[in-house]
Nanobody, 114 residues
Framework: QVRLVESGGGLVQAGGSLRLSCAASGRSFSNFNLGWFRQAPGKEREFVAR????????GYAESVKGRFTISRDNAKNTMYLQMNSLKIEDTAVYYC???????WGQGTQVTVSS
């Protein structure tokens, strides 16, 4: 069992930055591929970014490519999402997940204002 807890969300103006964290407990997640997802009001949850267990590869949704950076620190059992040049359309609840295993965090709200 893996418990995931997101933090770092908040209210920011368009063009600003936020850094989300996802801390895992219960067991090490160093052997798992991880991802960030988001869900805006009235929309389905969508993929944002992923990172492989060995730091070897990352992937991003087209809508965030070049603005968001996913990273992880296996020694700290923590994953991050650096979000720069935020847009109003980035407003959503952001979730971290262990890809393919059904482990999800409770989400953290990101609100981008004009």
């Amino acid at each position: 069992q893996v418990r995931l807890v997101e933090s770092g969300g908040g209210l920011v103006q368009a063009g600003g930055s936020l850094r989300l964290s996802c801390a895992a407990s219960g067991r090490s997640f160093s052997n798992f591929n991880l991802g960030w997802f988001r869900q805006a009001p009235g929309k389905e949850r969508e993929f944002v970014a992923r990172i492989s267990w060995d730091y070897g590869s990352t992937g991003y949704a087209e809508s965030v490519k070049g603005r968001f950076t996913i990273s992880r620190d296996n020694a700290k059992n923590t994953m991050y999402l650096q979000m720069n040049s935020l847009k109003i359309e980035d407003t959503a609840v952001y979730y971290c997940a262990v890809v393919g295993y059904g482990y999800w965090g409770q989400g953290t709200q990101v609100t981008v204002s004009s």
